[in-house]
């Protein structure tokens, strides 16, 4: 494989929500291959930047796969081709040369748009403050959701059902009622910001960078129906 590699990149240019948006066509030439992908749309931006231009937003922390805040979807796949991993560990070299990517912010209308790929999850936080004291429970290590909305990017019907029952996972240490009441309450907060029903597609499970597993979704379900049976 050469050391270095020429893309063409198709990124989703959006001004705000309310704005309509398009793709522009950025022809990249010699990108190390050991470059992230985050790096090389900081090379984009520092072009744009010189010649006068708005830089691309995207979302960025960590850097290593723990902060949950970048994500954008690779001709299709959230967070790119590779499994397990999130954007921000997704190197140039699992890419062709000469390929022509396709990058997209998530697209759900729980995840509004703010600019280009940078879009609003704030409704998962809304979730989350249905367990005030969720920071100091113990998080199981198949469930360790890192809140970076990829299942619902993946998912046909941009179902979030995913990123709950991980939560939901968290709850097991918590006494019956507690447990009972937090569930309710995330499920209810789901739905009120209009996230979709899950179609077993199991879209989530194949995009998430944490690889939690659609048993998780298997477990809510039972509970749920258990405690609406009580
Ligand atoms: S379940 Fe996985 S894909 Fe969904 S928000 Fe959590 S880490 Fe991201
Ligand atoms: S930047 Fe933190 S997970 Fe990607």
Known sequence: MPKEINLTLKIWRQKDRHSPGKFEVFKIQGIDIDKSFLEMLDMVNEKLTKEGRDPIAFGHDCSDGTCGACGAVINGQPHGPVRGSSLCQ?????????????IEPWRAKGFPIIKDLSVDRSAFDRIISQV????ALP?????????CGACVAACPNASAMLFVAAKVSHLNSLPAPEKKIRMLNMVAQMDREGF???????????ACPKEISVVHIAHMNKYYRQVNLS
């Open 90 to 102: 997704l190197h140039i070299r699992n890419f062709k040369d000469g390929e022509t990517l396709v």
């Open 139 to 147: 998080v199981p290590k198949d469930a360790q959701c890192i809140n």
């Open 196 to 206: 979709g029903n899950c179609s077993n597609s199991y879209e989530c499970e194949a």
């Open 132 to 135: 005030p004291d969720a920071q």
